[in-house]
């Protein structure tokens, strides 16, 4: 999904969080947000996936205004997940079921992700008896299960085990280059950003700096703001 | 001398309980069946304003919103006897609504006792909303369900909640006394209850008997809340 | 280790609740005792007394006349207990109280007989009245005049809304009483039972436009607010007889049995007539008891 960002503004309390002038995520992309704490990366993840509204500004899908049928083809994956009080197996279900997926196309899809994910062992475990890790895999299954065109998340792989980061790195770069997912992730790790990522837009006190492939921005930045952050000596604002 | 006879009066008590129970008394069965049945209604009526409200307010937000609630929660613990009032002041011959003639009715009970409980379960059902609520709508709306579907899963995450609120409003409506001897006026038959009969019965000195109620309706208390329990182990 | 100290802490819990309990149990129970205590301290004062009676004394206001012109006398402060005469006789059989003022002769009778009380003397005499919608859809007012055996016989066969006190109060006893003398048992969609107080019973009467038996003072004292009338009065059926009793005082040793005694010489003598047969005349125009001790 093309999405493209215009003049976009957040005011909390008459203190501007956030201008964007422009910015373009092509479809099929895999974009890293990396900035200090307090930079906007949350907010701007959250207005682009329409959780948050801008004050003021347009963002365009496909080149179309947001109308509330492209909610179906888009999600968002919080830091925290909230999994629903049931089994794992009905969480993953769940997106299946609200667009009237028949019983055996459900089956199929959940337990295709469950083996993917290698949760498949705790599919009928309750949602709070499951560790962070499994929590945030079971979320990020639910996420992926009902193929969305625009995948957000929000720092998905904060405080979990690496055994778990590395399957749902994976997934995350399998759904990006096999089902054409465009994927936006929050990140504060500028490891998984080189390993995940192909382009990286760099945020500070709301705006964003510079933006390009990762390469570049990680290695050769051009501002000198940038280059502090990425030699890690920017890392609360 | 005082304290041995008040002990044997609650023996007393306690054997004519299981008497009372056993003895397939018609009025006595015909006292909680009226009891629960008021109360049942009562539950369900404020329920179904109750619980929609208390989720209402407990994701939206709205001008005001500080100041209905904390008088939500005065309403919450309003004394029965003042509801009793102020249902009967409404519903008596020379009130307002006196021409439907529901005073001394178990209508007129099932009102007081709806007026009594319903800010509770909206209280209780708000409390759980505010703090998972918003979470459950952006969840909803993240997954792609539609504003049904999100009404649907609020409803269907918040149940615990949802029925311990019930459960507690059931509890506050059947063990209630103030309000259903104002309005219904412990007419025997009619509208006599298991707690107005207590009082009835402590005022007759028959304290024996009074007890043997009292274990009757915190038997049935116990039943309630082991369900309770139990559904708030399976979910 | 660990949990076995969470054990020991649950458990001094558990055992600081059931203290909290025991002592919250125990404390109504010795209450009356108390009370008794304090009376003893301050005897030259005259100390205290616990009287058990019925609704009709206190809410008539009767008692509030009486008893400041008795301490005046005496000395002695009365705390009344005011409940049915059915409770107000097992308040004295448990000796919680120290004198009964109470009206139902013959279970006061049967109180003394059974050794609760010392003896039992007639005190005064108030009457019942049967009362009624003023519209008085029965037109009992017309068709009975004095005679209440009628009056309940016609309101039977019309089945006419009837309140009962239905709570073994000596106005109830009275009310069973009349309906025995016609052979009728009362039950039925029309006979109300409502185990309730004088004025709560009065009130729902009035409420629903229905009939009841009550004694005077307690009417008298609510006519403003109501729209019923006396339908019925003067009948010798109607009267009804107050007695005193001083609890037995072998019952426990907190019984104030000078205070008991000095209460029942008081309302017995001339003086303590002459204030009942005062009592209510400025209000109502008449007295509402009739003092008729026999000394």
Redesign the interface.
């Given at each position: 999904m093309n999405v493209l960002l215009r003049n976009i503004v957040k005011v909390y309390e008459q203190f501007p969080a956030l201008e964007i002038e422009e910015w373009s995520i092509k479809s099929g992309a895999l974009w890293g947000l990396i900035g200090p704490n307090g930079a906007g990366k949350s907010t701007l993840s959250k207005i682009i996936g329409r959780l948050e509204a801008a004050t003021a500004g347009e963002i365009s899908y496909d080149g179309n205004p947001y109308t509330t049928q492209l909610q179906k083809e888009m999600t968002v994956v919080f830091q925290k997940p909230y999994l629903l009080r049931t089994t794992v197996w009905e969480n993953i279900a769940y997106p299946l079921k609200i667009r009237g997926y028949g019983t055996k196309e459900i089956k199929n899809a959940v337990e295709d992700i469950l083996y993917q994910m290698e949760i498949g062992p705790i599919m009928h475990q309750k949602s709070w008896t499951l560790s962070g890790g499994e929590a945030q895999k079971v979320a990020l299954a639910r996420a992926l299960v009902f193929k969305p065109r625009l995948l957000i998340l929000d720092e998905p792989t904060a405080n979990i085990d690496p055994a778990a980061v590395a399957v749902m790195e994976k997934m995350i770069r399998r759904a990006n280059e096999e089902a054409q997912i465009t994927v936006l992730m929050v990140t504060h790790s500028l490891q998984q950003a080189k390993r995940l990522c192909k382009e990286v837009a760099f945020m500070h006190r709301g705006k964003i700096v510079e933006a390009g492939p990762t390469e570049q921005i990680l290695y050769h930045p051009s501002s000198a703001l940038t280059k502090k952050f990425v030699q890690g000596e920017l890392l609360i604002d | 001398?005082?304290?041995v006879?008040?002990v044997s009066q609650m023996w007393l008590g306690l054997k004519q309980a299981l008497n009372l129970l056993f003895s397939l008394d018609q009025e006595v069965y015909k006292i909680i069946m009226l009891s629960l049945s008021v109360s049942l209604t009562a539950t369900f009526i404020s329920s179904i304003i109750g619980a929609p409200l208390g989720i209402f307010i407990g994701i939206k937000n709205f001008p005001f919103k500080r100041i209905l609630v904390r008088l939500l929660y005065t309403m919450m613990s309003i004394p029965p006897v003042i509801a009793g009032l102020v249902v009967f002041l409404i519903i008596?011959?020379k009130g307002p609504f006196g021409y439907l003639g529901l005073?001394?009715t178990p209508a007129a009970m099932i009102i007081a006792q709806s007026c009594l409980i319903t800010p509770i379960i909206m209280g209780i059902v708000y409390n759980g909303t505010k703090e998972r609520g918003s979470l459950i709508k952006a969840l909803g709306k993240t997954l792609g369900a539609s504003s049904g579907q999100a009404m649907l899963l609020l409803i269907r995450e918040l149940r615990t909640n949802i029925l311990s609120a019930v459960v507690t409003g059931y509890g506050r409506a059947v063990s209630e006394v103030g309000a259903v001897?104002i309005v219904g006026?412990?007419?025997?038959?009619?509208t006599?209850v298991m707690t107005?009969?207590i009082a009835?019965l402590?005022?007759?000195?028959?304290y024996s008997t009074a007890i043997a109620i009292g274990i009757v309706l915190l038997g049935i208390s116990f039943l309630i809340n082991s369900i309770l329990y139990h559904f708030q182990q399976g979910a | 280790m660990k949990s076995w100290r969470r054990k020991g802490r649950v458990l001094t819990l558990v055992a600081v609740f059931v203290v909290i309990a025991v002592i919250g149990c125990?404390k109504?129970?010795?209450a009356?005792?108390h009370l008794a205590e304090q009376e003893k301290s301050g005897k030259e004062a005259g100390g205290s007394l616990i009287m058990a009676t019925t609704t009709s004394t206190e809410n008539s206001g009767l008692l509030t006349f009486l008893l400041p012109k008795f301490k005046e006398d005496t000395g002695i402060d009365v705390k009344v207990v005011a409940?049915?005469t059915?409770?107000?006789?097992?308040?004295g059989e448990?000796?919680?109280a120290d004198v009964l003022l109470v009206h139902a002769k013959s279970a006061e009778e049967d109180f003394v007989k059974a050794g609760h009380g010392l003896e039992r003397f007639d005190v005064m005499y108030n009457d019942f009245v049967l009362i009624g919608p003023e519209e008085d859809p029965l037109q009992i007012k017309e068709l009975a005049g004095r005679d209440i055996a009628a009056a309940f016989q016609r309101i039977y066969e019309e089945k006419g809304k009837f309140l009962s006190r239905?709570?073994?109060?000596g106005t109830h006893k009275a009310e069973l009483k009349l309906w025995k003398e016609i052979n009728v048992e009362p039950a039925g969609d029309w006979y109300?039972?409502?185990?309730?107080?004088m004025g709560?019973v009065i009130q729902?009467s009035?409420?629903?436009?229905g009939y009841s038996l009550s004694d005077r003072a307690t009417y008298l004292s609510m006519r403003d607010k109501l729209d019923l009338d006396i339908l019925v009065e003067g009948d010798s059926k109607l009267f009804n007889q107050y007695g005193v009793i001083a609890v037995n005082p072998n019952?426990?040793d907190k019984i104030n049995k000078e205070g008991a005694q000095a209460f029942i010489e008081w309302i017995l003598s001339e003086k303590g007539q002459n204030l009942i047969a005062e009592f209510g005349k400025v209000q109502y125009g008449q007295s509402l008891f009739i003092p008729n001790a026999n000394k």
């Amino acid at each position: 999904m093309n999405v493209l960002l215009r003049n976009i503004v957040k005011v909390y309390e008459q203190f501007p969080a956030l201008e964007i002038e422009e910015w373009s995520i092509k479809s099929g992309a895999l974009w890293g947000l990396i900035g200090p704490n307090g930079a906007g990366k949350s907010t701007l993840s959250k207005i682009i996936g329409r959780l948050e509204a801008a004050t003021a500004g347009e963002i365009s899908y496909d080149g179309n205004p947001y109308t509330t049928q492209l909610q179906k083809e888009m999600t968002v994956v919080f830091q925290k997940p909230y999994l629903l009080r049931t089994t794992v197996w009905e969480n993953i279900a769940y997106p299946l079921k609200i667009r009237g997926y028949g019983t055996k196309e459900i089956k199929n899809a959940v337990e295709d992700i469950l083996y993917q994910m290698e949760i498949g062992p705790i599919m009928h475990q309750k949602s709070w008896t499951l560790s962070g890790g499994e929590a945030q895999k079971v979320a990020l299954a639910r996420a992926l299960v009902f193929k969305p065109r625009l995948l957000i998340l929000d720092e998905p792989t904060a405080n979990i085990d690496p055994a778990a980061v590395a399957v749902m790195e994976k997934m995350i770069r399998r759904a990006n280059e096999e089902a054409q997912i465009t994927v936006l992730m929050v990140t504060h790790s500028l490891q998984q950003a080189k390993r995940l990522c192909k382009e990286v837009a760099f945020m500070h006190r709301g705006k964003i700096v510079e933006a390009g492939p990762t390469e570049q921005i990680l290695y050769h930045p051009s501002s000198a703001l940038t280059k502090k952050f990425v030699q890690g000596e920017l890392l609360i604002d | 001398m005082i304290g041995v006879n008040q002990v044997s009066q609650m023996w007393l008590g306690l054997k004519q309980a299981l008497n009372l129970l056993f003895s397939l008394d018609q009025e006595v069965y015909k006292i909680i069946m009226l009891s629960l049945s008021v109360s049942l209604t009562a539950t369900f009526i404020s329920s179904i304003i109750g619980a929609p409200l208390g989720i209402f307010i407990g994701i939206k937000n709205f001008p005001f919103k500080r100041i209905l609630v904390r008088l939500l929660y005065t309403m919450m613990s309003i004394p029965p006897v003042i509801a009793g009032l102020v249902v009967f002041l409404i519903i008596s011959r020379k009130g307002p609504f006196g021409y439907l003639g529901l005073v001394y009715t178990p209508a007129a009970m099932i009102i007081a006792q709806s007026c009594l409980i319903t800010p509770i379960i909206m209280g209780i059902v708000y409390n759980g909303t505010k703090e998972r609520g918003s979470l459950i709508k952006a969840l909803g709306k993240t997954l792609g369900a539609s504003s049904g579907q999100a009404m649907l899963l609020l409803i269907r995450e918040l149940r615990t909640n949802i029925l311990s609120a019930v459960v507690t409003g059931y509890g506050r409506a059947v063990s209630e006394v103030g309000a259903v001897m104002i309005v219904g006026g412990n007419i025997k038959g009619h509208t006599r209850v298991m707690t107005t009969t207590i009082a009835m019965l402590q005022s007759m000195g028959d304290y024996s008997t009074a007890i043997a109620i009292g274990i009757v309706l915190l038997g049935i208390s116990f039943l309630i809340n082991s369900i309770l329990y139990h559904f708030q182990q399976g979910a | 280790m660990k949990s076995w100290r969470r054990k020991g802490r649950v458990l001094t819990l558990v055992a600081v609740f059931v203290v909290i309990a025991v002592i919250g149990c125990t404390k109504p129970a010795v209450a009356p005792g108390h009370l008794a205590e304090q009376e003893k301290s301050g005897k030259e004062a005259g100390g205290s007394l616990i009287m058990a009676t019925t609704t009709s004394t206190e809410n008539s206001g009767l008692l509030t006349f009486l008893l400041p012109k008795f301490k005046e006398d005496t000395g002695i402060d009365v705390k009344v207990v005011a409940v049915g005469t059915g409770q107000a006789l097992k308040l004295g059989e448990d000796g919680e109280a120290d004198v009964l003022l109470v009206h139902a002769k013959s279970a006061e009778e049967d109180f003394v007989k059974a050794g609760h009380g010392l003896e039992r003397f007639d005190v005064m005499y108030n009457d019942f009245v049967l009362i009624g919608p003023e519209e008085d859809p029965l037109q009992i007012k017309e068709l009975a005049g004095r005679d209440i055996a009628a009056a309940f016989q016609r309101i039977y066969e019309e089945k006419g809304k009837f309140l009962s006190r239905g709570d073994d109060s000596g106005t109830h006893k009275a009310e069973l009483k009349l309906w025995k003398e016609i052979n009728v048992e009362p039950a039925g969609d029309w006979y109300f039972s409502v185990g309730r107080g004088m004025g709560e019973v009065i009130q729902m009467s009035d409420e629903v436009r229905g009939y009841s038996l009550s004694d005077r003072a307690t009417y008298l004292s609510m006519r403003d607010k109501l729209d019923l009338d006396i339908l019925v009065e003067g009948d010798s059926k109607l009267f009804n007889q107050y007695g005193v009793i001083a609890v037995n005082p072998n019952k426990n040793d907190k019984i104030n049995k000078e205070g008991a005694q000095a209460f029942i010489e008081w309302i017995l003598s001339e003086k303590g007539q002459n204030l009942i047969a005062e009592f209510g005349k400025v209000q109502y125009g008449q007295s509402l008891f009739i003092p008729n001790a026999n000394k």
